[in-house]
Each structure stands twice: as C-alpha cells, then as structure tokens.
C-alpha cells in the first residue's frame, strides 16, 4: 500500500507521557486523512514485553526515524482491547515509574472497525514474528519489520527496507529494542543534552537538560521492568543471554545520569515491586487468569491455546471453587468450547513454601487429539526433566471426550 501523504514530522523530544498522546492523534489522522503510518505491536497475549519493546521502538523511532522510510510516525499498539488492561496489574505499576497513565496506552479498541481497514500503514512487529488472527487475516501482507526472541516462523519478508528483520533467542524481547534503538536513542540524549533544549507537546515546553535525564529515565526503567522479570533479575538459568545483561547495564546507566533518578535506584527493589504486581492476581476470576496471558493459534487446522499463570495449579483450582460455579475442570471445558479449541495447556511458574522455583504444565485434549497430546506431553518430560503430578482436585482419568496429562517440574 503506498500513500503520498507523509507530511508528518518527526516527534520531537519529550516524555513518553506526551508521545503516547501524540501517537495516538497521528493514529486518528491515519484512520480518516489516509497518512501514512507505522504501527509496532506485540503479540496476543499483550505481556509486559510485548509492551515494553513497543512502547521503546516507536518512541526511538518516532524521535529519530529512519531516512527515506514509510513513515516517521510511529504507533505503539498493545495486542488487547482497552478492556484487558485490569488483568495486568504490572501495567499499571511501570506505568507509574514512567510518569504516564494507563488509559493512554493504545489498544485495539484505537483502531478502525474491520470494515474500514487502514489503508496506508506498515507493521513492525516485536515479541511475535507472525501477526495472527483478524489482524494476521486483514494486515500480513503489510509487516515489514520485526523484533523477536522466539522460533522463527518465516513469516516476515527477508528483506525488510530500513526496519530491522531481528529473530534472535534472549530472556526478553526488549533487550533486543534496546540494541537496536541504542544509537538512536544515544543520539537524541546528547543533542538534546548539548543544545539544553527539549520541547513541549502538550507539555510545558521547557529548557533544562535535566528534564531530558528524567525523561531517559522513565523511559529506561519502563524498559527495564520487562527484561528483568522475564530474566528473573538475571538469574533464570538458560535463559539470560549477553544482550539482556548488556541491555541492563545500559539502560541502568540511563537511570544513573539524572540526578533526580539516581539516588533512590535500587534494581533489586524495582524488581520485587514489578514481579510482586504481576503475581497479584487475586483479584481476577478465573476466566481472567486464563486470558490474562493467553495465545491461540492453527496448526495444520486444529487449533491450539496456551495460557501462561504465575501461579501454581492448586492455585486455580481453589480459586475455581471459592467462585461457586463449576468445578475447575468443567470451567477448563467451557474454556476450550468457547474457543473451539483441540488442545489447551496451561503452564505455571511459581516459587514453593521452600522458595524452591518450580513449574507446572497441565495439558487437556479433545479424544481426537489425545495421541497428539500425548506425545507432547511426554516428549516435553523428557526434554525438560517433568515428572507426573498430583493435583489435588484434579481427576487424571481420562473422561469420555478428553484426555488428561498433568506434568510439574522436578526438582533436583
């Protein structure tokens, strides 16, 4: 798709706070003027890292954007409608060490109906390499660009113009921006920096470079939140890799710079107050846990769910009976029909009374797909050291149209 309306300038420097408004205006235009436009969004299930890693490039992007490119106006786009946002307590606490509020974050609900589509826009994706359902239908043919830390799906052109084509394992997602915006995000500090100018959109405009530290700031420590809880603060075992602990040391070094910032920085701190937010779910029912951070897709034609859960597996089913409806495994059922789903997983990580980290997979399947089921289940025994669990309240008989496999971590 190709327009020749891109009479937009470049963001100038400000607070995230101030690009999420300008963001979402430029998105307005696009919707019913036809500018051309960018949108960066995560994946479906719309966690902390598709947040963090979107929210980072198109703000980068949107100060200094690359020449000759489709756009300079970039768009960060969260996976969920606005209404998914109470189920990510987390959401709201980084939010608040970044100075902006919840409800200007950019959902689904900011975009066209499905009957009138955008008609010049670009996607970069970050934290997925393959845009999926209605917007996968309505948009693939448009993605170019791409920020990811899973399997490769082939999905994404080679060649991707001036956007990055990035598939590379790591703990976070994020820390893959990082590497990325670095230069960009380097030289708009020190510009800002030399001139002591920044400028205000709808914001007090103002001439201290100490307000572009605080800013550096707030954007380093939003960044941050998602490296350090997806990495366990650096210490999940297999998981870190060189460019999550660079991306710390960088993004810490953010932090140091502003006076304001520095003396009150503590990273194990930080950590707890984040990681403690996400955990919080005790708020939600359990339908919500189960979509809080929630992925579906086809294979082959059968669809497939998986919810990621923070907590252990007697967690929700204690919370499937303090609800007084049905029990945990006909809730579980509801789930799966709702979605017309073959095979749903639930995987938890939790730490024990021991304060031993331990995870928990739960795998149910409809009669036809219990051999498929079956064989990932035991396959995933053997690759990742699970051993058989008993959950209480948890029938593990098989039952006239599903098959039941429950696997938790074993520890050694």
């Not at 998981?239 to 503590?266: F, G, T």
């Not at 809080?292 to 082959?300: A, C, L, N, R």
């Not at 749903?344 to 928990?360: H, K, V, W, Y």
């Not at 795998?363 to 058989?388: M, P, T, V």
Request: hydrophobic share 35%; proline share 3%; with cysteine.
């Amino acid at each position: 798709m190709s327009s020749n309306k891109t009479t937009q300038m470049a963001f100038p420097r400000n607070s995230l706070r101030a690009f999420l408004q300008h963001a979402k205006t430029n998105l307005v235009k696009a919707v019913h003027e036809e500018h051309n436009i960018n949108i960066v969004i995560g994946n479906e299930s719309a966690d902390l890292d598709s947040l963090t890693s979107s929210l980072l490039y198109a703000y980068i992007k949107s100060i200094a954007p690359p020449r000759n490119n489709f756009s300079p106006i970039y768009v960060p786009l969260l996976n969920i409608p606005a209404s998914g946002l109470r189920l990510r307590p987390e959401f709201s606490a980084v939010c608040a060490h970044a100075n902006i509020a919840i409800d200007r974050l950019i959902t689904l609900d900011d975009l066209p109906s499905q009957s009138r589509l955008l008609k010049s826009v670009r996607w970069i994706l970050v934290d997925h390499n393959k845009l999926q359902g209605d917007l996968g239908d309505q948009y693939s043919s448009e993605v170019l660009g791409v920020i990811d830390h899973h399997e490769e799906e082939n999905a994404v052109p080679q060649n991707t113009d001036s956007e990055p084509r990035v598939i590379e394992k790591c703990g976070s997602c994020t820390s893959l921006v990082v590497r990325e915006c670095k230069s960009a995000w380097d030289s708009i500090s020190s510009s800002s920096l030399s001139t002591g100018a920044a400028h205000g959109q709808g914001e007090v405009a103002v001439d201290d470079s100490a307000v572009t530290q605080v800013w550096d700031a707030q954007v380093a420590k939003m960044a941050l939140a998602s490296i350090l809880v997806d990495t366990a603060n650096l210490t999940a075992p297999g998981k870190v890799e060189h460019v999550d602990r660079d991306s710390v040391d960088y993004l810490e070094a953010k932090i140091q710079l502003s006076p304001k910032d520095a003396k009150s920085w503590n990273r194990d701190r930080y950590y707890k107050d984040i990681d403690e937010a996400k955990r919080d779910i005790s708020s939600l029912s359990l339908t919500e846990v189960l979509i809080k951070d929630y992925k579906g897709w086809t294979e082959s034609g059968t669809k497939l769910g998986i919810s990621s859960v923070v907590k252990p597996l007697e967690f929700l089913v204690q919370k499937a009976g303090e609800e007084n409806k049905s029990s945990f495994e006909d809730q579980l059922q509801h789930f799966m029909d709702e979605r017309d789903l073959s095979m749903f997983a639930i995987m938890t990580t939790s730490t024990s009374s021991e304060g031993e980290f331990q995870r928990e997979l739960l795998l149910q399947a409809r009669s036809s797909s219990s051999s498929s089921a079956i064989k990932f289940a035991e396959q995933g025994a053997s690759d990742f050291q699970l051993e058989i669990l008993n959950i209480k309240g948890v029938s593990i008989q098989d039952k006239p149209g599903q098959h039941w496999k429950k696997y938790g971590y074993r520890k050694t």
